[in-house]
């Protein structure tokens, strides 16, 4: 059985013993760290500016043309860390877990960088990567289901870390949803993404929404029950999540989704 939250989903970490010998820490930023800044499904470290101007402004990320993707990378240890492998990916807004990371398409092809002891001017280094996004008809080969980027309005961005002396691994992901919904009292906003069943076997899921104010009305098109649903092996299915905003709303803040 598999229960989905709506987002991108943060992976299990990994954490080791301190060796004796001393190592680098290659780091990036993950989800609401620290919380609640930024939210939950963001992360300070990974953003697109097309323009050098203001990070993630309207428009940035577009479908139709190249952006420009950054990664903020940073090692945490004494000790330097070289030959770093930075590896950039993505896929449409959905419900991805680590199960599903073989799902995404690569961005650009490993990006290598070294990092300068912790405290030192090169204890880190944004990485800058074109993402392509000009082919609405990319599907990655298939293997989301047959659905394709022009379909999606929003988009998950995956970035990995690789390095084989690493001292924590658990601090080597992170992942940003690129999925803004402006609050606009009066008015129904949909945004669809996928509910991926990475097994070879069917699977029993659970759909939990979390974050809309009670005053706010939603509906889910795509799954007979958000309670209970069954996904076939290897299924990608399309879901669609309706908000329609009260005219009047008792906080003006703007609704994210997640």
Known sequence: RIVFTTGCLLGVGLFLAPRAQAQGDPSIMDWGTPPGNPPPWQTADIWVDNNG???????????????????HIKNLAGTPANGVTVRFKYAPYGLWSPASWADFKEIAAPFGI???AAGSSTDDVTVEVDWDLSNLAEDNGGNWGGHTVGEFDHFCVLVQIEYPGDANPSNNHAQNNFANIPTVFGARKAIKFLLPNPERSPMEGELRIAGIPKEWKYQIEGIESPARFTLKAREFRPVTLTVEVPQAANNSRPYSHR
């Open 53 to 71: 101007l203001v990070h993630n402004e309207p428009g940035e990320p577009s479908k139709g043309i190249t952006n420009r993707l950054f990664a």
């Open 114 to 116: 070294n990092l300068g």
